[in-house]
Structures are given as structure tokens and as C-alpha cells.
């Protein structure tokens, strides 16, 4: 805080701890104190007192300079938003409060500034809120519910034309009915997908801060998730390997979220990781940044993916290629749930890829406290599984 020996210490350390950014501001118009949250915002303030114009925000400028003027009847009644560039973008809503400039026949020892000093005049205090991460949020949701509506849109908009076709010209052509029957059973079945994994989705945000402590057997959960994925590696020309491996220590967590984060990664490795001729499941050694957790990688030698889009892979209805993910049946939406559930567990996701080499996502999780291993009761060690 740019502090002001004309405040008793009790009130600057006050100021200080305020969650919200607050200015001083005095009768000639200069700012005679701003806290440290109101300094993070505009960072390049010189030390006070300096004239309000420094604060470079016109409509909080303004709002100041009508307040002065008119007192608290020109103050405004509600917050004024506004954004600030600096070294980085903020969301602001300030408030700005006249004080009562009349004398205080009761003079209070901790709040009273010193007797003629610079904050002795001080006639307005403005408060800063940052409301930029609440703003984003809402922007993120705007974003979700526009491209979801939009998602839905394309294969409901398919289907009402398949039908009206139908209903129409191919009415009594038996070869035509069936063909675009078919087409319409796709579309429902790439809807029906979306809206499961939108559900999926929404459930595991709602309890993301709620974080399992069942001890789970990895690689029970990693042999289920493989088996079940052989009937789409088969259709794909692809084979799944599963490296063998000693018995993995358990991981606190949910069985069923913990299947769907490696059911979703080699599912989408099998996608689009063609013309690679397998998708390899295996466990890394032991990062020893990180001692406590347990690498899982899936990895493909497919066309990989370039550097710009890695950072994005994760947001909702990201896709490198729309096109093709949506003629592979891709949501856009699982790597999204992956990243999701591996915060719920405490864990990460770290994901590199090389042009013309391949790909590998790597599930970080934290190994239970009572690092109990796996046992055969849990289930065998990996193996080789082929689908192709």
C-alpha cells in the first residue's frame, strides 16, 4: 500500500487487508492514499499525492470529478465497470462515496486521520472490486450454451430435412427410406452422445471441489477401460497395447470417472490416431518432481497435432479439425470431462505431440496415502490386447 503517515497504523493496516482495491481521494482532487489491491490494478502510479487524472479510466475519472463537485448527491448510485489494460486486463466495478464534511464532535482515535494533514481533507473514498474472473465465467458460460445450441442444432437440423425428404419425394422408395433411415439413426446417435457427455459434464463440475478418497486398483481400471474399447479398435484397423507392468499402487478416487478419463484418451487415440496401427497404454516412471504420483501415458505414433492448438485441447468444443472430428463422432467435449475429472482427483493432465511423429497424453494421479498395490484380486497385470 502507498501508506500515508497522516493515518493511525490500525486504519492503514485495515485498508490493507480489504479484499477490495480502495483510493483516498481529497478536496483538490488528488489521491492521498491507495491500498495495495487498488495499486495492483493501476500499476504504474506514482507515489501519492498525485492528481485523480493519473488513474487514466475516464468514467471512473469522471464519476470522481462530479462527486466533487456536487457532493453525495452527484455520487453515483450504483457501481461503475469499467476495464483497465496494463500489464494485464482487469474487470473493475468501483464504488465512490462522498464523506460528510462536517465536524465530528466525537473524534475517533483509530479512524480520524492526523489534525492537518493531507488525509485530514480527504472527501471521497473510492473501493475497486475485480470482477474479472466472474466476468470470464460468465463469458465462458455464454460461450458453452452457444456452441452446445449449436452442436445440437446441426444434427436436429439433419434430421428434420431427412424426415421431410421422407414425407416427401422418397415416400414410396423403399431403397431411399432405408438409406436415409440410417442417416437419421446417426445423427440421433451423435446427439445422443453429445447430451451424455454435456451431462457428464455438468455433474462432475458440480462436485469438482468434492475429491474421492476410495482407494481405486489402476490397473483393474486400465484393463476394463482397454477391454472395453476392442470392439472399436477392431473397427478401426488398429490394435490397443497395453504394456505390461508390476502392479500399480491404488489411486484415491472414483472407479466409474477414473474408466471414463482413460476410456475417453484411448478412444481418442484411436480416432485420430490413424494411419498408427496402435495405440499404446503404458506407465511412466516416477517424476521425481512429483514422487507422490502416478504417471499413465497413451500414446499413438499417429500425425500428432501442431504446437499452437495443445494449449486448447482441453477447453470445451476445441477441435483441431471440426470437420473430421465430427465425421469420427467426436463431441468436442472429452478431453474437456477428462481435464475435469483429474482436477477432482487432484491429478493433471500433461499432453505432447510432434507433427508427423505422434502423440501422448499423460494422466497424472496421486498414489492413495496407504500405497496399498494392486493386488490379483484386482485384477491381471496389462497385456498385449489387439483389436486389429
Do not use: C
Not at 446417435?189 to 447430451?195: F, G, K, V
Not at 497424472?364 to 494392486?374: D, F, N, S
Amino acid at each position: 500500500m502507498s501508506s500515508d503517515p497522516a493515518l493511525p497504523p490500525s486504519t492503514q493496516a485495515l485498508l490493507e487487508n480489504l479484499p477490495h482495491g480502495v483510493l483516498l481521494i481529497d478536496a483538490a482532487g488528488r489521491v492521498v492514499l491507495v491500498s495495495a489491491q487498488a495499486r495492483r490494478f493501476f500499476a504504474t502510479l506514482p507515489p501519492t499525492p498525485f492528481a485523480v487524472a493519473t488513474l487514466r479510466a475516464p468514467k471512473l475519472l469522471a464519476a470522481i470529478e462530479a462527486t466533487l463537485e456536487g457532493g453525495r448527491a452527484a455520487a453515483p448510485e450504483g457501481p461503475i465497470t469499467f476495464t483497465l489494460s496494463r500489464t494485464a486486463e482487469y474487470d473493475l466495478a468501483a464504488h465512490v462515496t462522498a464523506l460528510d464534511t462536517a465536524p465530528d464532535p466525537a473524534p475517533n482515535p483509530v479512524l480520524d486521520p492526523v489534525p492537518g494533514s493531507t488525509a485530514a481533507d480527504v472527501r471521497l473514498v473510492v473501493t475497486i472490486e475485480d470482477q474479472t474472473r466472474a466476468r470470464r465465467a460468465e463469458q465462458l458460460h455464454r460461450d458453452f450454451v452457444a456452441n452446445a445450441s449449436h452442436e445440437l442444432k446441426t444434427p436436429l437440423a439433419a434430421v428434420s430435412g431427412l424426415i421431410e425428404t421422407l414425407t416427401g419425394h422418397a415416400k414410396g422408395d423403399v431403397e431411399a427410406q432405408a438409406r436415409f433411415l440410417g442417416m437419421m439413426a446417426a445423427q440421433t446417435e451423435r446427439m445422443r452422445h453429445l447430451i451424455e457427455d454435456l451431462i457428464s459434464l455438468n455433474r462432475i463440475e458440480i462436485n469438482e471441489r468434492i475429491h474421492p478418497e476410495t482407494p481405486q486398483p489402476v490397473t483393474r481400471i486400465i484393463q476394463d477401460a482397454v477391454e472395453s474399447l476392442l470392439p472399436v479398435a477392431e473397427t478401426a484397423g488398429m490394435r490397443i497395447v497395453a504394456v505390461p507392468a508390476a502392479d500399480l499402487p491404488t489411486v484415491p478416487g472414483s472407479r466409474e470417472e477414473l474408466n471414463q478419463v482413460f476410456v475417453n484418451l484411448i478412444e481418442n487415440a484411436l480416432r485420430y490416431a490413424q494411419p498408427s496401427p496402435e495405440v499404446r497404454v503404458r506407465l511412466i516412471e516416477s517424476d521425481p518432481d512429483r514422487p507422490d504420483m502416478l504417471g499413465v501415458a497413451v500414446e499413438d505414433d499417429g500425425p500428432g497435432i501442431a504446437r499452437e492448438h495443445l494449449p486448447r485441447l482441453t477447453e470445451r468444443f476445441y477441435r483441431v479439425s471440426p470437420s473430421r472430428s465430427r465425421e469420427r463422432g467426436g463431441t468436442g467435449l472429452g478431453l474437456a470431462i477428462v481435464k475435469h475429472i483429474l482436477n477432482r482427483h487432484r491429478g493433471s493432465l500433461s499432453i505432447e505431440s510432434t507433427p508427423g511423429k505422434g502423440t501422448r497424453f499423460t494422466v497424472w494421479l496421486p498414489v492413495a496415502e496407504a500405497a496399498g498395490k494392486a493386488t490379483e484380486a484386482d485384477g491381471p497385470h496389462l497385456r498385449l490386447v489387439s483389436g486389429g
